[in-house]
Each structure stands twice: as C-alpha cells, then as structure tokens.
C-alpha cells in the first residue's frame, strides 16, 4: 500500500468529513507511517480541545490494523487508557505497564526490570502525553 492509498484508508476510517487542515494531518501521518521513515522518528501531535486529535488517531489505529501494521497504544494512566482503547477500537495499556516487567505477584513489592519492546515495523502511539511530568527520585524531594 502506497502513501496515498494508506491515507485514504485513514479517511476512510474516519467518521465524519475532515476540514483542511485534518486533510493536511492525515497526509502527513500516511506518510510518517511509510517504510521510508527512520525507525527512531516521532511524529508529536497537538492541538486544542475539540479539534479532532483523538478522532483522527482511532481511524490511524484502524487503518493501521486494516494494513497489518502493528500497533501499541499507551497512555500514562490507566483511566486514559481506558478512554484511548475506546476510541481506537484495540487495547491500549498504560506506559508503565508497557516499560516495566515485574515479578508477576501483583502485589507491588516485587522487583521492576525493563521489559523487551522490541516492535519492529510497527508504531507506538502514546494519548495524552501532556500529563506525562519529569519525576523526582526520593532524594530529589525538597
């Protein structure tokens, strides 16, 4: 599939008609999503309430299952999630959950390792990055 055809697909996967500038969005996430694209290339989406954002992102996720590209959805709460997955139709999980590997005991005392995630050929997508803030160690605390 060709850059214009998979941006087609996005179109097509949306749920009302675009304005120009969710035309000129969609173009650039076609071709963001293409195989010429370094594999280290972030693509950071922004804008205000109400235009959009999450609507276009569910039928990027669609068009990308349609074409078999994989595809991890994330977001840093579980709550934002919840509402990502909703809208994108596939799970989505919180980062911490994606980054971390624990010992399995679900309680929370267990030791945290970085998990694999190697994803090759596929996209990350991460909702609501705005709420993601620089932590502090215990020793950073004042």
Not at 39 to 55: C, E, H, I, P
Not at 59 to 84: C, H, N, Q, S, Y
């Amino acid at each position: 599939m060709n850059i214009d055809e998979f941006a087609e697909s996005i179109l097509l996967n949306l749920p009302y008609v675009p304005n120009d500038q969710q035309v000129q969005l969609i173009a650039a996430l076609a071709r963001f999503c293409s195989p010429l694209m370094p594999s280290d290339a972030v693509f950071l989406l922004n804008g205000y309430a109400g235009t959009g954002k999450t609507s276009v992102t569910g039928a990027l996720v669609r068009a990308l299952r349609d074409a078999r590209i994989p595809v991890v959805l994330l977001a840093p709460t579980g709550r934002a999630a919840k509402v990502f997955s909703k809208f994108a139709g596939l799970p989505a999980t919180t980062i911490h959950r994606r980054i971390y590997r624990t010992d399995g005991t679900g309680l929370g005392f267990g030791t945290a390792e970085v998990a694999d995630n190697n994803l090759t050929g596929g996209v990350f997508i991460v909702d609501e990055a705005s709420m993601i803030g620089e932590s502090q160690s215990a020793g950073d605390v004042r």
